[in-house]
């Protein structure tokens, strides 16, 4: 499988997704630089955390209209996977390729920690090895994760199976005190209409690597090998 993972200024989650694809698809991802202008040919490509741009104007703002983009949403439209994780997330939405903004957290502050997400949707290429409801451990680093959309778009999203992952508790029950930005119907992650295209705001790449504690998040990534190499 060939991957290419896009690194802008202030990315800093680029090497730990690279670290993941290599180890389960054995191969080693192109990392492409925001400045250019075509993304090599790929079967995936990957928007990772970070803080591009530092974080100003709006998260993911600036990134969405880095030289690189107009070829990544050219070749999303073509039906090429794209993943975005955190920012990568933010910079989808910003760019059009994802409905909805995520805003600042509910608590305004910074947060770091372990958070468990379930799995809505397995019909998609992100989450193939998943069953409906398992849960995934995945850390969650962030200011800027409250999920927010309108209504009808909400009822858009959930009516077309979109919504794949909502942060839940540790039994898979979705509750407020599981949400940890405020997001709205708990929603952590979200895919386009075509399921090509997935947005999540906590790393799985950090719950991937058994010598550095938890690998739920792995499977995340097996999912994509297993879907796109069959």
């Given at each position: 499988?060939?991957?290419?993972?896009?690194?802008?200024?202030?990315?800093?989650?680029?090497?730990?997704?690279?670290?993941?694809?290599?180890?389960?698809?054995?191969?080693?991802?192109?990392?492409?630089?925001?400045?250019?202008?075509?993304?090599?040919?790929?079967?995936?490509?990957?928007?990772?955390?970070?803080?591009?741009?530092?974080?100003?104007?709006?998260?993911?703002?600036?990134?969405?209209?880095?030289?690189?983009?107009?070829?990544?949403?050219?070749?999303?439209?073509?039906?090429?996977?794209?993943?975005?994780?955190?920012?990568?997330?933010?910079?989808?939405?910003?760019?059009?390729?994802?409905?909805?903004?995520?805003?600042?957290?509910?608590?305004?502050?910074?947060?770091?920690?372990?958070?468990?997400?379930?799995?809505?949707?397995?019909?998609?290429?992100?989450?193939?090895?998943?069953?409906?409801?398992?849960?995934?451990?995945?850390?969650?680093?962030?200011?800027?994760?409250?999920?927010?959309a309108d209504p009808e778009?909400?009822?858009?999203?959930?009516?077309?199976?979109?919504?794949?992952?909502?942060?839940?508790?540790?039994?898979?029950?979705?509750?407020?005190?599981?949400n940890p930005n405020g997001?709205?119907?708990?929603?952590?992650?979200?895919?386009?209409?075509?399921?090509?295209?997935?947005?999540?705001?906590?790393?799985?790449?950090?719950?991937?690597?058994?010598?550095?504690?938890?690998?739920?998040?792995?499977?995340?990534?097996?999912?994509?090998?297993?879907?796109?190499?069959?």
């Open positions: 499988m060939k991957a290419s993972v896009v690194i802008f200024p202030g990315t800093n989650r680029e090497r730990d997704v690279a670290d993941v694809l290599e180890a389960v698809s054995g191969r080693r991802p192109q990392m492409v630089w925001h400045g250019d202008s075509e993304v090599p040919d790929s079967d995936l490509i990957v928007l990772p955390g970070g803080f591009s741009y530092g974080d100003y104007l709006r998260c993911g703002a600036m990134a969405a209209h880095s030289p690189i983009m107009r070829d990544v949403i050219a070749k999303a439209e073509a039906g090429t996977p794209v993943l975005g994780i955190c920012n990568g997330f933010q910079i989808l939405c910003e760019a059009g390729l994802l409905p909805g903004v995520l805003m600042h957290n509910s608590s305004l502050k910074f947060i770091c920690k372990d958070v468990w997400l379930r799995v809505e949707q397995p019909d998609t290429i992100f989450t193939s090895r998943f069953a409906k409801g398992e849960l995934m451990r995945a850390i969650a680093a962030h200011a800027e994760g409250n999920y927010f778009t909400l009822n858009r999203l959930e009516g077309e199976g979109r919504v794949v992952f909502r942060y839940a508790d540790r039994h898979g029950n979705v509750t407020p005190e599981a997001a709205q119907r708990s929603i952590a992650g979200i895919c386009d209409a075509r399921r090509r295209v997935l947005g999540l705001m906590p790393h799985p790449e950090n719950t991937s690597d058994p010598l550095l504690g938890p690998t739920e998040g792995r499977k995340l990534f097996e999912s994509i090998v297993e879907s796109l190499v069959a």
